[in-house]
């Protein structure tokens, strides 16, 4: 069973700054895997899909790379709008859809 | 505009069944397929499963297996998700989303509740 952790669980960062989230599997899933943020009593949101495209609408700031097992979720200076928990979710393995366990973005 | 608007809010006792709508519109439904993700009070996201709307085939995580049926009415564009033999731990908010061809989700159901309290 796949199995995705995200590092780390608690990200503190200024406004302005850059904030970079991490998201491991355990198997390698290509680049099949997303972004979400979500805030309180939201819906999630996709950011980044095919783990470096930019859903639509998404601002620039907003950035992903990696393959295989090891990715990153960059966002280049964080606004107030920007604080959130962050989830990735890999769909590599049908149908097993697995979401990390999210990283929780806070002002410091 | 896309839009997938849900059904409200449920509580059920442990044992009962729960049947929560998604009802899509501003796109052609049969294009995309749809996923269930429900969330447990101040827990993470957990993916349920899926439904290719133009023909009704389901895929579902394997721990639900059993208890979850997804169907899709294509005449009225809406697709249903039932959870039966409700157990405590089933109290989260249910959310729909449209998928991807790759799997994705870039639209999302404002989500709905449902609690299972005796």
């Known amino acids: 069973e796949i ?21 491991r599997a355990s ?10 943020q979500q805030k309180p ?68 | 505009q896309v839009h997938l608007v849900q059904s409200g809010a449920e509580v059920k006792k442990p044992g009962a069944s729960v049947k929560v709508s998604c009802k899509a519109s501003g796109y052609t439904f049969t294009t995309y397929g749809v996923t269930w993700v429900r969330q447990a009070p101040g827990q993470g996201l957990e993916w349920m499963g899926w439904i290719t709307t133009y023909n009704g085939h389901t895929n579902y995580a394997q721990k639900l297996q059993g208890r979850v049926t997804m169907t899709t009415d294509t005449s009225t ?18 959310y729909c989303a449209r998928a991807l061809r790759g799997g994705a989700q870039d639209y999302w159901g404002q989500g709905t509740l449902v609690t299972v309290s005796s």
């Open chain 1, 3 to 23: 199995v995705m952790t995200q590092s780390p669980a608690t990200l503190s960062v200024s406004p302005g700054e850059r904030a970079t989230l991490s998201c």
């Open chain 1, 27 to 36: 198997h390698i899933i290509s680049t099949n895997l997303a972004w979400y």
């Open chain 1, 41 to 108: 009593g939201q819906a999630p949101r996709l950011l980044i899909y095919d783990a470096s495209t930019r859903a639509t609408g998404i601002p620039a700031r907003f950035s992903g790379s990696g393959s295989g097992t090891e990715f990153t979720l960059t966002i280049s200076s964080l606004q107030s709008e920007d604080f959130a928990v962050y989830y990735c979710q890999q769909y590599h393995f049908w149908p097993q859809y697995i979401f990390g366990q999210g990283t929780k973005l806070g002002i410091k």
């Open chain 2, 77 to 94: 564009t809406i697709v249903y998700m039932e959870l039966r033999s409700l157990r405590f731990d089933d109290t989260a908010v249910y």
